[in-house]
């Protein structure tokens, strides 16, 4: 079947400190995937994605690639921003369509 | 672009009671979900629509839950009767198509809360 799991959290940073959340997923074919940020008080936005193996997905700074190997999509940033401050959501979609499976989230809270 | 719009935002009722959500995708979205998101975990799909046919029905709790998208564009979630574990926020969210590298808009959802 297809899932996703998520490294859990909270997780609590400085300002400026190196950020790694770790996806990894079980998936038939060539799955989607996709990092999604939910922040305080707002519906849930797409953050990258990346479709086939290797492919790196960016935006704001963050970064993930799929790396098909080891079944991951890790989500990594050089420097975070108290404004980072948010849950994170790891999710795939089946080659066979585009039902969501969605991980458990990690909430990330970054101090000044 | 207007995003999928969700009402109402927030909404509490007491166990057995009836309830109803309403969502606009984007437009010229065909494709419309319905998620449940229940604290603490991720958003669960509960239904699929592919314009006004149902793609994906196995998570939806038939006995209690229904919704409708009449003429593909609005759609309509209702829960009959509530439980305490339908407490969640249920989330609207659209696609252009079907297909598995397509991105998935929500809304901001609805917070319910069962008493």
């Known amino acids: 079947g297809n899932s996703v799991t998520q490294m859990e959290g909270p997780v609590t940073l400085s300002e400026e400190a190196f950020l790694t959340i770790n996806c990894t997923y079980t998936a038939t074919g060539y799955p989607s995937l996709f990092w999604y940020v939910q922040y305080p008080g707002e519906g849930l936005q797409l953050l990258l994605k990346a479709t086939k193996a290797d492919d790196k997905g960016s935006n704001k700074g963050f970064e993930a690639t799929y790396r098909k190997e080891t079944t991951s999509f890790h989500l990594e940033k050089g420097s975070v921003q108290v404004s980072d401050s948010a849950v994170y959501f790891c999710?795939?979609?089946?080659?066979?369509?585009?039902?969501?499976?969605f991980g458990t989230g990690t909430s990330l809270t970054v101090i000044p | 672009e207007a995003g999928v719009a969700q009402s109402p935002r927030y909404k509490i009722i007491e166990k057995r009671q009836s309830v109803a959500f309403w969502c606009n995708p984007i437009s010229g979205h065909a494709t419309l979900y319905w998620y449940q998101q229940i604290l603490g975990q991720g958003p669960k799909l509960l239904i699929q629509?592919?314009?006004?046919?149902?793609?994906?029905d196995s998570q939806l709790p038939k006995d209690r839950f229904s919704a409708e998208r009449l003429k593909g564009v609005d759609s309509t979630l209702k829960i009959q009767p509530a439980k305490l574990e339908d407490s969640a926020v249920y989330l609207c969210?659209?696609?252009?198509?079907?297909?598995?590298?397509?991105?998935?808009?929500f809304g901001p959802g609805t917070r319910l809360t069962v008493l």
């Open positions: 629509f592919q314009n006004n046919g149902v793609v994906d």
């Open positions: 999710a795939l979609t089946p080659y066979t369509g585009n039902q969501f499976y």
């Open positions: 969210a659209s696609s252009l198509a079907d297909i598995s590298t397509d991105t998935q808009y």
